[in-house]
């Protein structure tokens, strides 16, 4: 299955339950269902190049997200 293609989203843990994943009430329930979702990878490499600013994907929130994307940058230019 190639990470770009939209066909993962098809085999998500989370299919059809996208209020819990939007509401920052939820975020712990949501969380724990992206834990051994089996396209959790590609989930998060998804939010992580669209960007989303909202929800979560790949088991994060959008700070985590940014916090990564920050992180890798810098790390890519030190190198």
Request: hydrophobic share 35%; glycine share 8%.
């Amino acid at each position: 299955m190639s990470r770009n293609s939209a066909l993962w989203r098809e085999h998500a843990k989370c299919a059809g339950r996208g209020d819990l994943f939007f509401d920052d009430l939820y975020e712990q329930q949501a969380k724990a269902i992206c834990v051994d979702c089996p396209v959790r990878e590609q989930c998060l490499d998804h939010a992580v190049r669209t960007p989303e600013q909202y929800g979560i994907w790949g088991g994060t929130t959008p700070q985590e997200r940014r916090r990564m994307t920050m992180a890798f940058a810098a790390r890519g230019s030190k190198q």
